[in-house]
């Protein structure tokens, strides 16, 4: 019998603001509309998932503010279906929030950490959950998960091994961060997950590797060779990595390598990228989750991305299965 998917970590309030223009330093720019949103690892994954299919059980484990920014949140969860009673709230830190600067062809984020920061493996009870994957997210963006381990490396490390030790597959998600130690804070994990979801970017700052050819595009001989990087690191299942031009993954009892293009939409659609990487790795475990194939995870989890395209946040441009199915295979695919 199927017990669900539970997603843990960051909760966040995005304040998304559209500007004309990125300005350089002590320069001016004109916000043109603003908006609010959840964000983070948890509610874009756990509702995009939600919205893909109502029908699996979801549950969320974090903390957020005594405010109404942690009211909003939990709100938010609750209106798709998912149990947010594991949800704990803070009386001395405000709920997390980032703002989100879209600017044409690029998007920049100014967090505050907030109740993020106090969420510890002590708010999380292992013995009560009952779910077939856990799901957490970001690792660099939960300071106490992040923090040294002198057994595990991490504390994040330590956790993910007692949630495998029940029996529950274990999944998690990186934020990009130009100033973290990536091997120091992402490998101990490694040895701990089933599954690891995270972009080209993330996946090959572990080893200070470049993931792009000198012309920019991606180079997806690279991108193998830090898979198979992670798997020696000890992850047990399956490596998948998402960049803007394609999906890979790596089946790591297998050995076989998989890529697919993303689909080619017209630029005249797209309102936004905010949580396109979150949709991503929600179609992922999606397909994990019932059985998909590694080609056709890839191929939904990219379908999943793009439909996110078409909204300025992370999670209204989702629809149901059925509709990302037809999207599927209404669109072209990118050369790779």
Known sequence: MKRGITFAGNLIVDYIKNVDTYPKCGMLANITSVSRAVGGSLPNTAINLAKIDPSVPLSAVGRVGKDENGEYVVAKLEEFGIDTSRVTVSDTAPTSFTDVMNAPGERTFFQ?????????????????????????????????????????????????????????????????DSSADYMKKIAPALRYCDYAIMNEIESSSIWHMDPRNADGTINADTVHEVMKKMADLGVKEKIIIHAKEAGFILDVKTGSFCAVPSLKIDKSLIKGSTGAGDTFCAGSLYGLYTGMSDKEILEFASTAAARNLFSENSIDGMVEKAELIEMMNEYERLPL
């Open 112 to 176: 505050a950490r907030g109740a993020n920061a106090e969420f510890a493996p002590e708010h999380i009870d292992i013995d009560a959950l009952d779910c077939d994957i856990f799901h957490i997210g970001y690792i660099l963006l939960l300071d106490i998960f992040d923090k040294d381990d002198k057994d595990y490396g991490t504390v994040m490390a330590r956790f993910l091994n007692e949630v495998q030790k029940k029996g529950i597959k274990t999944s998690i998600d990186v934020v990009s």
